[in-house]
């Protein structure tokens, strides 16, 4: 490589380092100096004021403790799961993989709001077992909360779980079986040690993940008058009387306990990693079971489905069908007037679904683009690579409300230089910079199983840079572009938190006209958004598999 060329090559690093600096670095640098400089200077006392505020230091309390709650309840349920899809003769129901995954993929305002109808005065549970009374009330409680959140996230902590005891040949335990130890004996010091490293990982993303939800305690918390981090910071940030200072101080300890759980997460996984997968490979079988042991399995799998998926889904469904509200699950009051209304008389809802379909399509797009030059320049960039990164995937490690705050401070004080501001423009820009990771891991996936053989090939025919991208790289990598791209349009398609803050005046998304009918009252129809909502992102994510799978690079 001569000097000229290795030049150029600096240069669009730094381009690279420079852009995504501004667009990712710059805004959380703003939320950090909102919190401690006041009139042009330093003052910690402001920020420290907030922190010890009794009403914030309730609401970093419920934060922590709801975490901690979310991650024991969802062990206690993932677990058993987990062992059951590994271990005995239902790892064989590979549909069940895709099924338990239907929690995690719901967005979690939706899957509360169906609680909150099942569960409710006269609601549903009520309606089909009217002999219980007012049992149903006691889930408008800390436990509820929990308990929601811990169904929308055990699907993530159980792939985890399953996936490293799939990694656990059946030889440890036979040996350990060989010198008499027993089932429970085995799973305690086999078994459980070896799945420490994994278990870190999963409880420390369940934990930060608790911590950075916003749906589920916007609407089921703040009934219950349970605030976290998420919903105070929101409040602060969009409530007169507005105050930003108080919304980035608890936005910068929420980004720091964020990171310390990520540096925890990295240090456990170090220490307890195990080598499981090597050359002398491993036995793969299955418990053999009672009939009854595998009859009390199919049980909880049954009632772990019906829970997490059946009661949401058929609230949602009942609810939006349903005529009066009124008389209830009652013969003859059902209708599917609700979502001919969507279509016809209701201008909100049309304007709705545009909006989001519009922001989802360029945010997406505008996101794989950026994603894929990104993995491609910087393929061979040596220290580079790892700075530009680490930059591009911070995103994925921060809070989506702390990110959103942090551009909307960044760009209000640039809003002279650059009006975006206030603007749609604005509600892409913050899309695409939050969801960039999704199109930089996924294309990064793809690159890493092409060689550079036929890159290589297409230089020495003649071939420059632009065409060996377009006619070689790109169709090879293309699979993961697509993927990429789908998750990125599903996320923003139904995205709240975002678009509750930054959402330009009269302007409404799928998320926020959902949540605001139900507010007000008409949860039939805020239902039957809700239900297209998951139709629509369901159906666009089965036909692009199709065509994933069907295409041969």
């Known amino acids: 490589m001569n000097r000229t060329t290795d030049k150029k090559q600096t240069i669009v690093y730094f381009t690279i380092f420079v852009i995504l600096f501004a667009l990712v670095i710059l805004p959380v640098i703003v939320v950090f100096s909102e919190a401690v400089i006041v009139d042009g200077r330093f003052d910690f006392s402001n920020a420290l004021r907030t922190v010890i505020d009794k009403e914030n ?24 799961l987990a062992l059951l899809l590994a271990r005995t003769r239902y790892a064989r129901w590979k549909w069940l993989d895709v099924v338990l995954m239907i929690p995690f993929m719901t967005p979690p305002y939706i899957s509360s709001m169906g609680w909150i109808l099942f569960m409710q005065k006269r609601g549903l549970f009520q309606q089909l077992f009217p002999w219980t009374g007012s049992v149903s009330e006691s889930f408008f409680s800390l436990g509820g909360l929990v308990l929601v959140m811990s169904f929308h996230v055990s699907p993530f902590m159980t792939t985890m779980l399953k996936n490293a005891i799939l990694n656990i040949g059946m030889n440890l335990e036979e040996s350990a079986a060989v010198s008499g130890a027993g089932f429970l004996y085995r799973l305690r010091r086999v078994m459980l040690p070896l799945l420490t490293g994994n278990y870190a990982i999963a409880m420390l993303l369940v934990f ?42 608890l936005s910068s300890i929420l980004i720091i306990i964020c990171m310390v759980m990520w540096l925890a997460q990295s240090y456990t996984t170090s220490k307890h990693t195990y080598n499981l997968v090597g050359g002398k490979g491993k036995k793969e079988s299955l418990y053999s079971c009672r009939r009854a042991a595998e009859v009390i399995g ?7 489905v019906a829970v997490t998926i059946g009661v949401p889904y058929f609230s949602v469904i009942a609810t939006s069908l349903i005529k009066l509200r009124g008389y209830g699950l009652a013969a003859g009051n059902f209708t599917f007037q609700h979502y001919v209304e969507l279509f016809t008389k209701n201008s909100k809802g049309w304007e709705a679904l545009a909006t989001s379909t519009f922001l989802a399509v360029v945010s997406a797009t505008i996101a794989s683009i950026m994603g894929t030059l990104i993995v491609v320049l910087i393929k061979k960039a040596g220290r580079w690579k790892k700075v530009i990164e680490g930059e591009a995937l911070l995103p994925e490690m921060l809070p989506n409300i702390v990110l959103v705050i942090g551009m909307m401070l960044f760009w209000n004080k640039i809003y002279k230089l650059l009006p975006l501001y206030n603007t749609l423009g604005f509600m892409v820009l913050v899309y695409v910079v939050m969801f960039l990771p999704y199109s930089i891991q996924y294309v990064s996936s793809a690159i890493m199983q092409t060689g550079d053989s036929l890159m290589e090939a297409g230089k020495v025919c003649g071939g420059n840079r632009s065409y060996v991208f377009l006619h070689v790289t790109l169709p090879l990598i293309m699979r993961g572009v697509m993927q990429g791209w789908m998750m990125i349009f599903i ?14 005046p009269n302007v409404q998304t799928v998320s926020t006209f959902i949540v605001r009918e139900f507010e007000q009252g008409s949860a039939s129809v805020a239902m039957a958004m809700a239900l297209i909502c998951v139709v629509i992102t369901t159906t666009l994510l089965i036909i692009l598999n199709n065509v994933i799978g069907k295409k041969k690079y």
């Open 298 to 304: 199919g049980v909880y799998i049954f009632l772990v």
């Open 208 to 249: 930060v993940k608790t911590l950075s939800e916003y749906g589920t305690p916007s609407t089921l918390g703040n009934r219950i008058g349970f605030y976290v981090f998420t919903t105070d910071i929101h409040r602060y940030a969009s409530t007169a009387p507005i105050d930003f200072g108080k919304a980035s101080s």
């Open 491 to 504: 996320i923003v398609f139904r995205e709240l938190v975002a678009a509750s803050l930054i959402s330009p």
């Open 57 to 80: 230091l309730t609401t970093i309390t419920n934060s922590l403790l709801l975490g901690v709650l979310v991650v024991i309840v969802s062990t206690i349920i993932s677990t058993p």
